[in-house]
């Protein structure tokens, strides 16, 4: 199973450095250095992890072979795909891979049934659920606590509490359909949501040498979410 674990933004310095949008939850294992990740587009890869280091809160990767600006402006926007056993789980008991939850039958507490899941939609701030309906319309419904009480993989539902509103409007909704390869989806708590994850101040550098455990991620991050 393919996951995508980040997207290649803008060079960074002049020595092959890039900025990196995360999006796995597991980022020390996913990007560690050693790491062998496929490419999409193919034809940029596969790219080996170097180094890595934080800037001013943002992750830096420097990859084997691109060694100035140039190599690495030509990688912008490139998204990094691990291999994953598709029998592994996240770490995370409220962190689900989207291919865990994409056809799970969504279902009210009293056993109404609501639709069943076709895509995850990964926003900022939280992850969304478009849940086609028996009609054929579309709704969303955001992963988080208050809304999601429980995901059963062994019965292939999701129970929602929905809140007055939210699964009543049946108007349908647009969504982009990617056929990406997967990511993690996690659940949040209204907490997470309000902390959001605000750039620190100052520029600040910390080093990223996380060590690789020979797991798919160090030989290959998506880490799924989602």
Same mark, same amino acid.
Not at 29 to 47: E, K, M, N
Not at 138 to 155: K, N, Q
Not at 174 to 189: C, I, W
């Given at each position: 199973?393919?996951?995508v674990?980040?997207r290649?933004?803008?060079a960074h310095?002049i020595?092959?450095e ?6 796995t939850?597991e980022p020390?294992l996913r990007l560690a250095?050693?790491a ?16 890595g280091?934080?800037?001013s809160?943002?992750?830096?990767l420097?990859?084997d072979g691109?060694t100035?600006r ?21 770490e995370d ?5 989207d291919?865990?939850l994409?056809d799970?039958?969504?279902?009210t507490e009293?056993?109404?049934?609501v ?5 995850i939609?990964h ?5 969304l659920? +478009?849940?086609e309906r028996? !009609?054929?319309?579309?709704v ?8 999601? *009480? &429980?995901? %059963?993989l062994e019965?292939q539902k ?8 939210l699964?009543?409007d049946?108007a349908? +909704?647009?969504?982009?359909r !990617?056929a ?7 659940r949040?708590?209204?907490s *997470? &949501?309000? %902390?959001g994850?605000?750039e620190?101040?100052g520029t ?11 797991t798919?991620?160090?030989a290959?991050?998506s880490g799924d979410?989602s």
């Amino acid at each position: 199973m393919q996951l995508v674990v980040a997207r290649i933004g803008r060079a960074h310095g002049i020595k092959g450095e890039v900025t990196v949008e995360v999006r796995t939850d597991e980022p020390e294992l996913r990007l560690a250095p050693g790491a062998v990740l496929a490419t999409d587009p193919a034809s940029a890869g596969p790219l080996t992890i170097a180094a890595g280091r934080v800037h001013s809160g943002r992750l830096l990767l420097r990859f084997d072979g691109v060694t100035d600006r140039t190599g690495a402006e030509a990688l912008r926007n490139t998204l990094l795909i691990a291999d994953v056993d598709p029998d592994e789980l996240p770490e995370d008991e409220d962190e689900f891979y989207d291919h865990q939850l994409i056809d799970l039958d969504v279902v009210t507490e009293d056993g109404t049934e609501v639709g069943r899941i076709t895509e995850i939609s990964h926003l900022p701030s939280q992850d969304l659920f +478009i849940v086609e309906r028996p !009609d054929g319309s579309e709704v969303m419904i955001p992963f988080v606590e208050e809304i999601v *009480a &429980e995901i %059963d993989l062994e019965e292939q539902k999701a129970v929602i509490t929905p809140p007055p509103g939210l699964i009543d409007d049946r108007a349908e +909704i647009a969504s982009v359909r !990617d056929a990406a390869p997967d990511r993690t989806t996690a659940r949040t708590s209204p907490s *997470a &949501e309000a %902390d959001g994850n605000p750039e620190p101040d100052g520029t600040a550098e910390a080093e990223w040498n996380p060590e690789p455990d020979g797991t798919p991620g160090s030989a290959g991050n998506s880490g799924d979410a989602s």
